[in-house]
Nanobody
Framework: QVQLLESGGGSVQAGGSLRLSCVAS??????MAWFRQAPGKQREGVAG???????SIIDSVKGRFTISKDTAKNTLYLQMDSLKPEDTAMYYC???????????????????WGQGTQVTVSS
């Protein structure tokens, strides 16, 4: 069983930065991703990273968000810069023990999910 624990969320003003962390127990998995869900909206994939280091980031955050993984620390990161009010959401870490060559932000692929960390961006 894989457990995921997110942290790093908070409240910031527009233009600010946050770095989300997701510690995976017992270890990081081959395929991992960040998703978010705003109130009244569907969950959407934000960024994913594969075993080989291939990454995928949605257009709305491209150039502002960066996904990375530190296997030595069993941690997945999401660096979020130039935050906008529309980035406000609960952010979830997801992981799966399989390698994947498809869409890294397809939520149905992932077997394990964290509890989420809230990000609030004020204008």
């Amino acid at each position: 069983q894989v457990q995921l624990l997110e942290s790093g969320g908070g409240s910031v003003q527009a233009g600010g930065s946050l770095r989300l962390s997701c510690v995976a127990s017992p270890s990081t998995q081959p395929t991992m991703a960040w998703f978010r869900q705003a109130p009244g909206k569907q969950r959407e994939g934000v960024a994913g990273i594969s075993y080989s280091g291939r990454t995928s980031i949605i257009d709305s955050v491209k150039g502002r968000f960066t996904i990375s993984k530190d296997t030595a620390k069993n941690t997945l990161y999401l660096q979020m810069d130039s935050l906008k009010p529309e980035d406000t959401a609960m952010y979830y870490c997801a992981a799966d023990g399989r390698t994947w060559v498809g869409n890294l932000t397809r939520s149905s692929f992932y077997a394990y999910w964290g509890q989420g960390t809230q990000v609030t961006v004020s204008s």
